[in-house]
């Protein structure tokens, strides 16, 4: 299992209408907060192993409608939490 953090910028007035998206369309999803600061949206995903990361965003997320830009981070470990 891979995990990635997505941060969306989204056209005007298009966030809620793209995090509405993200969480009925795209399956791999697990949870989806608005933000402050340069980006409107950030996303966690649990890909299968060896899926094509580069694919998966630019071929299923950066075409949802109303995301204008991406900025991508890959997770290598998860520490403690509740």
């Known amino acids: 299992m891979q995990t ?5 910028k989204c056209r005007p ?3 809620y209408a793209v995090a ?3 969480v009925q369309d795209v399956e791999e999803i697990s ?3 608005s933000t402050s600061g340069q980006y409107d949206l950030i ?3 649990y890909l ?8 998966f965003v630019t071929e299923r997320l950066q075409v949802v409608d109303g995301v ?3 900025f991508t981070t890959v997770a290598f ?6």
């Open 4 to 8: 990635i953090f997505v941060q969306f």
């Open 13 to 15: 007035g298009m966030a």
């Open 20 to 22: 509405d998206t993200l």
């Open 31 to 33: 949870e989806v907060y």
């Open 43 to 45: 996303a966690k995903f």
């Open 48 to 55: 299968p192993a060896g899926q094509d990361l580069g694919r």
């Open 68 to 70: 204008s830009d991406t």
């Open 77 to 82: 470990k998860a520490f403690g939490g509740k």
